[in-house]
Structure formats: structure tokens, C-alpha cells
């Protein structure tokens, strides 16, 4: 019964909250930020949908960030310092902050939490992320059609079921162009470190390989594959400047589809918390133009499957799927759930790893 009753607070809180907040502008929003927003990566893509909301709204609102933020126990005193500088609206844009919104969520229940990539929700406190494992799967495809040696070189940070399942996709999609081609991923142990994307990008083209994708934050691996003459994959946000010969395309976030799609619900004092998790259909997700390096064939193939995808026809994790064991993981014929896309903690057949 006490539960019961501090349920129903909470809720009148927010509701109360969302009443009012019209009368409270400029609406105030803080973001988190894993790393500098200048890393031409993730946190400078979140950037740009935080500068979307400022462009939309004017003094509706006000927007803040903090850089650099540390995962973990060291989180929460930051939210707590955005809380107390005002901000009626959290959005926290890494993994790793997960705990920490939780946590803050339940002693601030007037204030609106986000967690990108989270799997941690409440009554407010929502998760949000992307299906980029679909223009993922086309970049694949982009990389399987242009690599000689058949090895494929894949920079990746930290191992989560966020990076296993997008890698997957990219990896499926070079399957599905070339079942010869393997993809060698290495890890960084960093979201954002370009010394050591670098570092890993330059061991994976000393293995041959001559296409290198990442999903790291830097540009760091794209612009050591033009010095390097290898074809190049970017992530996050348009890299073509970090390789302007070498790169193919870059599978993209635009965040400020959702940011300000939420924000515009949040001032009127409609938004509930749910989680968000959308496609290429969305707008959220894309891959930005290809090459014309990249053989006519391969561009038509993209688009048929982009196509498809768009339709409902195809879905890159359709069974049957297979394990780096050789285990069959998903029957033939079956889609995998969000539940197990979610939760993905292993590799498809074609994927070479090295230890975390």
C-alpha cells in the first residue's frame, strides 16, 4: 500500500511537472557528453541534435552540456550539478551512464531522464537508441564489395551488446556480398581515444587488411586509411573529409530528430516515458552517399536492400545465424527478437576477434 501511494506521488509529480513547465520557460536542458564534442564522432553527432533544439525552439529553451563525463560511480556528480543548475530535462548519451540516471531518476521525479542506450526505465526515465545495425548492414555490403585481400579490418570500443550487435550487422552485410571475406575486429577498451583507434586501425591494415570500418568517436581510423591507401568505413557522423579519396560511406546518427520530437512534447506537456528504438524509416539512421569508387552493381544492391529493409522485406539478423563456434544461434527463417538484439553478447561466423 505505501508503494502504491508513492507511485501515485511520483506521477502527480511529473504530471504536475509537465503541467506547469510552460510557465517555467526557457525550458532548461542538460546533456552528457562521453566525449569532446569536437571528437567528429558520437558526442559531436549528439551535438548537433543538441543545436537542433536551440534552432527549433529559440528561447523556449535553454540548453547546456558537459564533456568528457566519466562512466560509472563519477557520474553522478555531474547529473547532480546539472540538476542543481536547474535542468528540468537529463539527456545522457553513453552506456555507462545508465546507473547513475537511474539512481537520480528516483530522488529527482519532477525532472525528465534519457538514457541513450540504456536498458534501465521508469516512470521517468526513458531509453533511447537506433536500429543503425540497418545502414550498418549496408556499409557492409559497400566494404565486402570493394576488399581484394577478403579481410576487413574493424576498430570497436567497448564491448557491450550496443557494439556486438552493430558490428554484427555490418558483418552480416559483407556476408551477404562476399561469404568469402572475413571482418577482423579489434578492440580499443575506449569509446574515444584516437591514439588508440589509430594504433588498432594501423595492426589490422599490418594484417592485410584493405578496408578498415570502425565505431569508435574519432576519425583517427579514417584518416589513417588514407595515408595507408586502404578503403575506409566511417560511423557516427559524415567522415569523408577525414578520407576524402578513400572513404566509401558512413553509417550516421541525427539525433535531432528525437531530441527535438521529445522537447516539443515535453513543453506541451504531453510526453510519457517509453523507450525509443527506430530505424531508417525514423530518419534517426542513414548512410551517407556512396562512393562512386564503388562498382555500379554493388550501389544497386544497396539500394535493393535498403529498399527492402524500408518495406519490411529483409531484416539483416534472419536466421539461420551462426556463431563464431559454428553454434547455430537463430533457426532458419526467424527474425530475432529486440529482446536478444538487446541483449546480443556473441559474434556471427564471419567475424575474427581479438581480445578485449
Not at 65 to 87: D, F, K, M, N, Q
Not at 291 to 320: A, N
Amino acid at each position: 500500500m505505501v508503494f502504491v501511494k508513492k507511485s501515485v506521488f511520483l506521477l502527480l509529480s511529473l504530471c504536475l511537472f509537465t503541467a506547469l513547465i510552460a510557465a517555467e520557460l526557457p525550458l532548461k536542458i542538460g546533456f552528457l557528453y562521453v566525449g569532446p564534442v569536437g571528437d567528429e564522432g558520437w558526442s559531436y553527432a549528439h551535438d548537433l541534435g543538441r543545436l537542433s533544439l536551440e534552432a527549433r525552439f529559440g528561447d523556449r529553451v535553454e540548453t547546456v552540456y558537459r564533456e568528457s563525463v566519466p562512466e560509472g560511480a563519477e557520474t553522478g556528480a555531474t547529473v547532480e550539478e546539472l540538476i542543481l543548475e536547474g535542468c528540468k530535462v537529463i539527456f545522457g548519451t553513453s552506456f555507462g551512464f545508465s546507473d547513475a540516471l537511474y539512481d537520480y531518476s528516483l530522488r529527482y521525479p519532477e525532472v525528465h531522464f534519457f538514457q541513450c542506450s540504456g536498458i534501465k526505465a521508469g516512470h521517468n526515465l526513458s531509453t533511447y537508441f537506433g536500429r543503425i545495425y540497418e545502414p550498418s548492414f549496408l556499409a557492409g555490403l559497400a566494404a565486402g564489395s570493394m576488399t581484394r585481400s577478403g579481410k576487413i579490418g574493424y576498430v570497436a570500443p567497448v564491448e557491450t551488446p550496443e557494439v556486438i550487435r552493430i558490428a554484427n550487422g555490418f558483418a552480416l552485410g559483407v556476408r551477404a556480398i562476399n561469404p568469402e571475406a572475413r571482418v577482423y575486429l579489434r578492440w580499443t577498451g575506449s569509446w574515444y581515444d584516437p591514439d588508440l583507434e589509430e594504433s588498432a586501425a594501423a595492426a589490422l591494415i599490418n594484417r592485410k587488411c584493405d578496408v578498415i570500418a570502425q565505431q569508435t568517436d574519432s576519425s583517427a581510423p579514417a584518416m589513417l586509411s588514407e595515408q595507408r591507401d586502404v578503403w575506409a568505413i566511417g560511423y557516427n557522423s559524415d567522415m569523408s573529409q577525414a578520407a576524402p579519396t578513400k572513404m566509401l560511406t558512413s553509417s550516421v546518427w541525427d539525433w535531432g530528430i528525437y531530441y527535438t520530437e521529445t522537447i516539443e512534447r515535453v513543453l506541451d506537456g504531453t510526453y510519457r516515458h517509453v523507450a525509443f528504438w527506430e530505424g531508417m524509416d525514423s530518419g534517426l539512421v542513414g548512410l551517407t552517399p556512396l562512393s562512386d569508387r564503388i562498382p555500379e552493381e554493388t550501389r544497386k544492391l544497396v539500394q535493393d536492400y535498403e529498399r527492402r529493409m524500408l518495406s519490411g522485406d529483409f531484416h539483416p539478423f534472419r536466421g539461420p545465424l551462426y556463431d563464431q563456434g559454428n553454434q547455430l544461434r537463430i533457426e532458419a527463417g526467424r527474425v530475432m527478437t529486440d529482446e536478444e538484439l538487446l541483449s546480443m553478447s556473441w559474434f556471427v561466423d564471419n567475424v575474427v576477434t581479438s581480445a578485449p
